[in-house]
């Protein structure tokens, strides 16, 4: 199974993008999913999260810029990004999330992710 991140696009510092993430095959519609990226020479960080329950989870450095929400009848995840900042250049990926002790962890095939690029 792999998912397909897309909406990627370049953008003047300030600005703002959607991202959105189709899931198929065996991942089920409540899954918890998140969203990942990974700048150059940096490792792939998980910045949001949601769960079947609807909660979600950002790391300190999106938190109250982005935003992770789902349409379950869709299986789509999106990434509402705001105020978008130089340093959050990366490509971004989606990926269904298995949990075990607490942490979660990716559970399907990384598709190619898509380019976001923030211009000062």
């Known amino acids: 199974v ?3 991140a897309s909406g990627g ?10 991202l959105s993430c189709a899931a198929s095959g065996s991942i089920g519609s409540l899954n918890a999913m998140g969203w990942y990226r990974q700048s150059p020479g940096k490792e792939r960080e998980l910045i949001a999260n ?3 329950g609807g909660s979600t989870t950002y790391v300190d450095s999106v938190k109250g810029r982005f935003t992770i929400s789902r349409d379950i009848s869709k299986r ?10 130089p340093e959050d250049t990366a490509v971004y990926y989606c990926n269904a999330l298995g949990v075990s002790r607490g942490n979660y962890y990716p559970i ?3 598709g ?3 380019q ?4 000062s």
């Open 76 to 85: 789509t995840v999106y990434l509402q990004m705001n105020s978008l900042k």
């Open 2 to 4: 792999q998912l397909q």
């Open 9 to 18: 696009g370049v953008v003047q510092a300030g600005g703002s993008l959607r």
């Open 116 to 119: 976001v690029t923030v211009s």
């Open 112 to 114: 190619p992710g898509t």
């Open 50 to 52: 949601i769960n079947s």
């Open 108 to 110: 399907a095939s990384w």
